[in-house]
């Protein structure tokens, strides 16, 4: 919903950040691993307690991930596995930084959060797998509004402003697996129907 939102009136910028990367030789699926490098030291920095700067941090590695996509479009390098590659690293994108967050606050001591933490975690994998899942029985399930867009942006407003953070982190884990249980909700719906006599 995000990306549908506020991506427009980023596409001016984005196309000419991915043709000047066009012009250096650089492929999408570059983009996309330089993107989960970025992800790694975000979660780096978050485990090491400089929250703030992690925030920083989760804004250029989302950059990186808005690029490689564009970057694909304007070259003409699309691709199957391209795109599979970009959701796979993904997961592995948010692993790093919630990890790096949960690891956090273990060192503090603070059970709480990292439970929260690893709600997170939980929430936004099986939001994930629930839409690959769904789409093998289903054409689409692109339902709820806690996609990684969302989650990236509120976590990046938290850490940007850190009284905000706990706000932050309970508007994730609520909003992660609330989208995983609509999807889920969702996909017993269409099977319903797609099951049920004429």
């Known amino acids: 919903m995000l990306r549908k939102t506020f991506y427009p009136k980023l596409e001016s910028l984005i196309n000419r950040m991915a043709s000047f990367l066009n012009e250096k030789g650089f492929s999408p699926n570059q983009l996309t691993l330089a993107g989960l490098a ?19 941090m989760l804004i250029l590695a989302g950059f990186g991930d808005m690029l490689d996509g564009a970057l694909a479009r304007l070259s003409g390098r699309t691709s199957r596995f391209g795109a599979f590659l970009d959701s796979t690293v993904d997961r592995y994108s948010d692993l790093f930084i919630f990890g790096g967050l949960a690891l956090h ?13 690893l709600g997170i975690i939980m ?74 006599p004429q």
């Open 105 to 117: 606050f273990a060192k503090e001591a603070q059970g709480g959060w990292l439970v929260i933490c």
């Open 123 to 196: 929430g936004s994998f099986v939001t994930s797998y629930a839409k690959a899942r769904a789409e093998n029985l289903i054409e689409h399930c692109n339902v709820g509004v806690f996609e990684r867009a969302e989650r990236i942006l509120t976590l990046a407003i938290g850490s940007l402003l850190p009284i905000l953070l706990p706000l932050a982190l309970w508007l994730l884990v609520i909003g992660t697996n609330a989208t995983a249980l609509q999807r889920i909700f969702y996909t017993r719906k269409m099977l319903l129907q797609k099951d049920s």
């Open 38 to 56: 970025l992800n790694f030291v975000a979660g780096w920095i978050y485990a090491s307690g400089w929250i703030f700067l992690g925030g920083v």
